[in-house]
């Protein structure tokens, strides 16, 4: 697989590797990452949160603290709370979220499935999820896990990020093309 050269990636692969292998060992692969699936939604869901994360101006300590709060009121306990608390004593909460993407893509690589993750206008019926489930998994081969976000700046359409490959059917993408064309011809 190729790595990217970011340094953020490269350290979020690197403890998304460690906690994976720990939640083998402990077989608890699908608990650490329905948890980090929470954590992630209080992350989108909060401004606040996304800040605490990303601003450089939290001391360690108060990160540690607020992260520590949060896991335990959100009930994310084992190993996946414990990891959130040793990446904010470490200082590595700007890589949380590629974490929990590079956690997913290595789970869904054990169970022998392809991780897609793919970004809509709006969110998915359960039927418009299992379809593109199906038309994805055409195009890999086998299995698709997706993990499903809402960016309602898109206006409409998908963008499928799957492995290397992105399909970006978005009419945001769609509307900026047209107007780099109307440019060119005016």
Do not use: C, W
């Amino acid at each position: 697989m190729a790595q990217s050269s970011s340094p953020v990636s490269g350290v979020a692969e690197r403890y998304a590797s460690s906690l994976f292998e720990l939640a083998r060992q402990e077989n608890s692969i699908a608990r650490v990452e329905a948890d980090l699936g929470r954590f992630e939604a209080l992350l989108d869901g909060s401004e606040d949160l996304q800040r605490l994360i990303k601003s450089p101006v939290f001391a360690a300590e108060d990160q540690a603290r607020a992260i520590a709060a949060i896991v335990t009121r959100a009930k994310i306990a084992g190993l996946a709370g414990n990891f959130l608390k040793v990446v904010a004593a470490n200082r590595r909460l700007f890589a949380v979220p590629a974490m929990i993407r590079a956690f997913r893509r290595i789970a869904a690589e054990h169970r022998g499935e392809a991780a897609a993750e793919v970004t809509s206008a709006h969110a998915l019926t359960p039927a418009q999820e299992t379809e593109l489930k199906t038309t994805l998994k055409k195009v890999a081969g086998k299995d698709v896990a997706i993990a499903v976000t809402v960016d309602p700046s898109l206006l409409g359409g998908l963008v499928v990020k799957m492995g290397s490959r992105q399909i970006d059917t978005s009419l945001k993408t769609k509307l900026n093309s047209l107007k780099l064309a109307l440019k060119e011809v005016g």
